[in-house]
Structure formats: structure tokens, C-alpha cells
């Protein structure tokens, strides 16, 4: 094991799992209070889709993505009438279409097919530099907006009419944190996949829901969760010849079922 791990490509995944993972688990407590759940899925299918188009149209597939995710968040930022058309009927179509073009373009792309299954699952041990590069890039804006702006995005996450009435402007902070989603999704699409990518984003939340009642404790045990799991998930991929991502996957289910079964025996 260890002589794998002083392997540039075997620590460049890691890296890019852990920051991926632990950056969707920190947004994902968002996710989850909003309940905007959804979002994340139609935005990573969106995600998706950008890839598949780059491999198409034989460009850079990271370009591709950014570019299609917002535009999903255009798409879902437009005011929508509730009686003719709903904000979660967008986002079915979002998420329909974008799912099926995205196995049209693969199906007529013999380079797409043979990524398809990534685009799912996704193989992390793909990661170049450029990759890391990018993907580092962009975790070091998101963080930096959020050191700026955090309380204004907790305040229009936990009570948007009274962070208005405050003066604060939910509109522009609820488009900075879907912007926020779409640039992480984006970038690291074409190695983590849709699976690994829309786990992150809730799993680790609802971990952190179980043990933490403070904010500040439950974001960083939505963010340690990540961690742990990433890394565990890692070593029993290697160990036991199995896909990353979907391993990281799996351990973060048990440890949720872990979780929320002893937060309930300890209630008894």
C-alpha cells in the first residue's frame, strides 16, 4: 500500500477526492437546509452533459461543463409562474434532458462511449496536474467568497424573508451559492462522476445534521466526514480492486446508517 501511495498519479487522486469531497460536504449543509437537493442533481446532470459535449465537439471537457452548468443556473435563476410552470417541473426537465443528450452525444462518440461510465461513477485515478491545478483554483475562490460572505449565506439559507428585511439581497447571495455548486461540480466532473459528486453534496450534510446542533460543529463534521470517508474509501478501493468513487460512495452511507443509529440508541 504505501509504495502505491508515493505514486504521483495515486496522490494527485487523492488530493482531488478530498478537496472535491470535502468542499461538496461543507456546500452540501447549504444544500440540505435549503432543501434544495434537487438542484444539486440537476446541476450535476447538467454537469454531465458538458462533458459529453467536449467529447463530442472535441474540446477541453472541463470548459464544456462550466459553461453548461451556468446555464442551468441561469435557467433556474429565471422567474418561473407557479400556476403554468413550476420551479421543480424546470428542474425535472433539466435534469431529463439533460440526461438523455448526454447518452445520445456518448452513443454517436466513440471516444464519449468509452468515458460513458465515468460520466456515473467516475475514475478519480484519471486525474492529471491540469486537473489539480484547475480543481485547486477553483476551491481556493469558492473559499474565499465564502470567508467574505458566510453569514450572509447562513442568514438567506436559515430565514430568507428576515435577511431581506435586513437589507441583505437573498437573490444575489442564493446566485453566488448556485454558483458556488456550479463551479465545483464543473470542474470536477469528468473524474469524480455524477454519483460521487451528488453524494458529497448530501450525505456528509446529514451526517453533520446527526452529531452537531451548533452551525460551526455541524459544518465541520459534514467536512471531517468527507475526509474520513474519502480516505477510507480510497485505501479499500486499492486494497480490494475496487472503483473509487463508488467506494467512497458506499462508505458514506454505512457511516451514515452508523451515525443515525447510535444518535437513536442514545435517545433510548
Same mark, same amino acid.
Given at each position: 500500500?504505501?509504495?502505491?501511495?508515493?505514486?504521483? !498519479?495515486?496522490?494527485?487522486?487523492?488530493?482531488?477526492?478530498?478537496?472535491?469531497?470535502?468542499?461538496?460536504?461543507?456546500?452540501?449543509? !447549504?444544500?440540505?437546509?435549503?432543501?434544495?437537493?434537487?438542484?444539486?442533481?440537476?446541476? &450535476?446532470?447538467?454537469?454531465?452533459?458538458?462533458?459529453?459535449?467536449?467529447?463530442? @465537439?472535441?474540446?477541453?471537457?472541463?470548459?464544456?461543463?462550466?459553461?453548461?452548468? @451556468?446555464?442551468?443556473?441561469?435557467?433556474?435563476?429565471?422567474?418561473?409562474?407557479?400556476?403554468?410552470?413550476?420551479?421543480? &417541473?424546470?428542474? $425535472?426537465?433539466?435534469?431529463?434532458?439533460?440526461?438523455?443528450?448526454?447518452?445520445?452525444?456518448?452513443?454517436?462518440?466513440?471516444?464519449?462511449?468509452?468515458?460513458?461510465?465515468?460520466?456515473?461513477? $467516475?475514475?478519480?485515478?484519471?486525474?492529471?496536474?491540469? #486537473?489539480?491545478? @484547475?480543481?485547486?483554483?477553483?476551491?481556493?475562490?469558492?473559499?474565499?467568497?465564502?470567508?467574505?460572505?458566510?453569514?450572509?449565506?447562513?442568514?438567506?439559507?436559515? #430565514?430568507? #424573508?428576515?435577511?431581506?428585511?435586513?437589507?441583505?439581497?437573498?437573490?444575489?447571495?442564493?446566485?453566488?451559492?448556485?454558483?458556488?455548486?456550479?463551479?465545483?461540480?464543473?470542474?470536477?466532473?469528468?473524474?469524480?462522476?455524477? @454519483?460521487?459528486?451528488?453524494?458529497?453534496?448530501?450525505?456528509?450534510?446529514?451526517? $453533520?445534521?446527526?452529531?452537531?446542533?451548533?452551525? !460551526?460543529?455541524?459544518?465541520?463534521?459534514?467536512?471531517?466526514?468527507?475526509?474520513?470517508?474519502?480516505?477510507?474509501?480510497?485505501?479499500? &478501493?486499492?486494497?480490494? #480492486?475496487?472503483?473509487?468513487?463508488?467506494?467512497?460512495?458506499?462508505?458514506?452511507?454505512?457511516?451514515?446508517?452508523?451515525?443515525?443509529?447510535?444518535?437513536?440508541?442514545?435517545?433510548?
Amino acid at each position: 500500500m504505501w509504495e502505491v501511495v508515493q505514486e504521483p !498519479f495515486f496522490q494527485m487522486a487523492l488530493l482531488n477526492a478530498l478537496l472535491t469531497g470535502c468542499l461538496c460536504g461543507y456546500l452540501g449543509v !447549504f444544500v440540505v437546509l435549503k432543501r434544495i437537493v434537487f438542484v444539486s442533481v440537476a446541476l &450535476s446532470q447538467m454537469a454531465a452533459l458538458g462533458v459529453a459535449v467536449g467529447f463530442f @465537439m472535441g474540446i477541453y471537457p472541463r470548459v464544456s461543463a462550466m459553461a453548461f452548468t @451556468m446555464l442551468g443556473i441561469v435557467l433556474l435563476a429565471m422567474p418561473y409562474s407557479e400556476k403554468n410552470t413550476s420551479r421543480e &417541473s424546470i428542474l $425535472g426537465y433539466i435534469y431529463a434532458m439533460a440526461a438523455v443528450t448526454a447518452v445520445v452525444l456518448i452513443a454517436k462518440n466513440p471516444i464519449g462511449e468509452a468515458h460513458g461510465l465515468d460520466l456515473v461513477c $467516475g475514475n478519480v485515478l484519471y486525474t492529471t496536474q491540469k #486537473d489539480l491545478i @484547475m480543481l485547486i483554483v477553483i476551491v481556493l475562490a469558492v473559499v474565499v467568497l465564502h470567508l467574505f460572505y458566510f453569514k450572509e449565506f447562513i442568514f438567506v439559507s436559515f #430565514d430568507r #424573508d428576515t435577511a431581506q428585511t435586513t437589507g441583505i439581497k437573498p437573490g444575489v447571495f442564493e446566485f453566488l451559492l448556485y454558483i458556488s455548486f456550479g463551479l465545483i461540480i464543473s470542474v470536477s466532473m469528468q473524474t469524480s462522476g455524477v @454519483m460521487f459528486i451528488f453524494a458529497s453534496l448530501v450525505i456528509p450534510a446529514m451526517i $453533520g445534521l446527526c452529531v452537531a446542533r451548533h452551525i !460551526f460543529r455541524v459544518f465541520f463534521s459534514a467536512v471531517v466526514s468527507a475526509a474520513v470517508c474519502v480516505t477510507a474509501g480510497f485505501y479499500v &478501493s486499492y486494497v480490494c #480492486d475496487l472503483p473509487s468513487s463508488s467506494t467512497i460512495v458506499l462508505f458514506y452511507g454505512v457511516l451514515f446508517l452508523s451515525v443515525k443509529g447510535i444518535t437513536f440508541l442514545a435517545k433510548k
